[in-house]
């Protein structure tokens, strides 16, 4: 399973948490990866974490005053980046020129989507991964695998007919090991998540009890 971190904009120590990311990493078999803020990148890619963006703009080298571009991304030390998360909701024409500067650059790419229907027209623009996510789980303690199973069981079907190539991840209040677990039995290939850990008084113990089951 892939756990993907994503740290939004809480107000947590991103060093600190992608060292606990780093850690934890090295004793499970899952694969990890930690998601800070653009600014934190180059220091959070230092600890030697996989380190993922947020977000990145569908632009090249040039006069795009305040975009993030994808090769600087990769420049700061990320290999993947996050596209159209619920909280950076992009047009389906961004969605496409952000998927393909992020090729361009040499990152992997997860596009995040609000329900199985999306996620058939995000797989159609070949990201490596897309990840259902019902924005209104999130940050609410209630996993979307116990929620609406059906949702992660029909997006990981939707995927599957459009391009078996893509992964899927779902993500929506996972902050236990049962979660992931249920998420796997759903289909799903990893899982996205916020809350969990960067709002977690003891991150480290709680990336442990993600991936004990796992
Ligand atoms: O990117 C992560 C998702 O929005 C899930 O957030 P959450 O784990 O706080 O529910």
Same mark, same amino acid.
């Given at each position: 399973?892939?756990?993907?971190? #994503?740290? $939004? ?8 948490? @992608? ?10 078999? !899952? ?7 653009? %600014? ?23 006069? #795009? *005053?305040?975009?993030?571009? /994808?090769?600087?991304?990769?420049? =700061? ?6 596209? #159209?998360?619920?909280? $950076?909701?992009? $047009? ?12 361009? !650059? ?15 027209? !995000? @797989? %159609? ?5 897309? %990840? ?7 940050? *609410? ?5 116990? /929620? ?6 029909? /997006?990981?079907?939707? !995927?599957? #007919? ?9 993500? =929506? ?9 249920? /998420? ?14 960067? $709002? ?15």
């Amino acid at each position: 399973m892939f756990v993907l971190v #994503n740290l $939004k904009t809480y107000p947590c120590d991103p060093v600190a948490v @992608a060292e606990a990311v780093r850690d934890v990493d090295e004793s499970t078999d !899952a694969r990890l990866a930690v998601a800070p803020q653009a %600014a934190d990148l180059a220091r959070v890619a230092e600890t030697g974490v996989e380190t993922w963006a947020q977000h990145v703009d569908p632009i090249e080298h040039g006069s #795009n *005053t305040g975009h993030t571009l /994808a090769e600087s991304v990769a420049d =700061a030390g990320a290999v993947g980046t996050l596209i #159209n998360h619920s909280e $950076k909701r992009l $047009k389906l024409a961004d969605i496409d020129g952000s998927v393909r500067a992020a090729e361009r !650059a040499g990152l992997e790419t997860v596009v995040c989507a609000n329900n199985p229907e999306q996620i058939g027209a !995000a @797989a %159609a623009l070949g990201p490596d991964a897309v %990840a259902v996510e019902p924005p209104e789980l999130i940050g *609410t303690g209630t996993p979307v695998s116990q /929620a609406d199973p059906d949702i992660v069981e029909d /997006a990981v079907e939707a !995927a599957d #007919n459009v391009d078996s190539e893509v992964s899927v991840l779902c993500g =929506a209040g996972i902050s236990t090991g049962d979660d992931v677990v249920a /998420a796997g039995d759903l289909g799903a290939e990893g899982v996205l998540l916020a809350s969990g850990v960067a $709002k977690a008084d003891d991150p480290q113990a709680a990336l442990e009890d993600l991936v004990d089951p796992l």
